[in-house]
């Protein structure tokens, strides 16, 4: 069983604020018109990962890309941080079992992506394009869901 609680986020009043300037930039940037466009955007959720006993961080985040160019791009992401407290020799079964079930699950969602090498441990980085706008809302309820109940 997993469990996915806030993690490193700002207070919910600095997220609110937050979200009102941006607002108040998209009306600013609309009132100007002329040159001015979406480049890219993104929100995201970060949480804390606890899972198999694994600890760790997981950030789901959705992306709109179109700067220059004649459609706007959208794409999903998820990448998993597991804590690593074990120096490589010490990677047992489990975390290469956990790996695997993570990309599994994230493959049966769409996601493509691979574990990759970094100083601070592996860490999983799992990409996927959606087709439209409403392709963007039905995967950020997915998401959503997903923060209350992960999928592995």
Not at 24 to 39: D, K, N
Not at 60 to 76: I, P, Q, S, V
Not at 128 to 152: C, G, I, V
Request: aromatic residues 12%; positive net charge; charged residues 30%.
């Amino acid at each position: 069983m997993a469990a996915l609680v806030a993690a490193n986020n700002r207070s919910a009043i600095a997220r609110r604020r937050e979200f009102h300037e941006l607002l108040r930039l998209i009306r600013f940037f609309t009132r100007r018109g002329g040159p001015w466009q979406v480049g890219a955007t993104g929100f995201e959720a970060r949480l804390r990962l606890r899972i198999g006993g694994r600890t760790g961080s997981i950030v789901y985040k959705l992306h709109t890309l179109g700067w220059g160019e004649r459609r706007m791009r959208y794409l999903a992401s998820v990448t998993i941080w597991p804590s690593s407290r074990r120096t490589r020799t010490e990677e047992t079964r489990a975390s290469r079992a956990f790996r695997e079930s993570c990309s599994r699950t994230l493959r049966r969602h769409g996601y493509r992506g691979k574990w990759q090498r970094s100083p601070w441990g592996r860490f999983g980085d799992f990409w996927k394009r959606l087709k439209d706008l409403r392709a963007l809302h039905h995967e950020a309820a997915m998401l959503e869901r997903w923060s209350d109940a992960p999928p592995w």
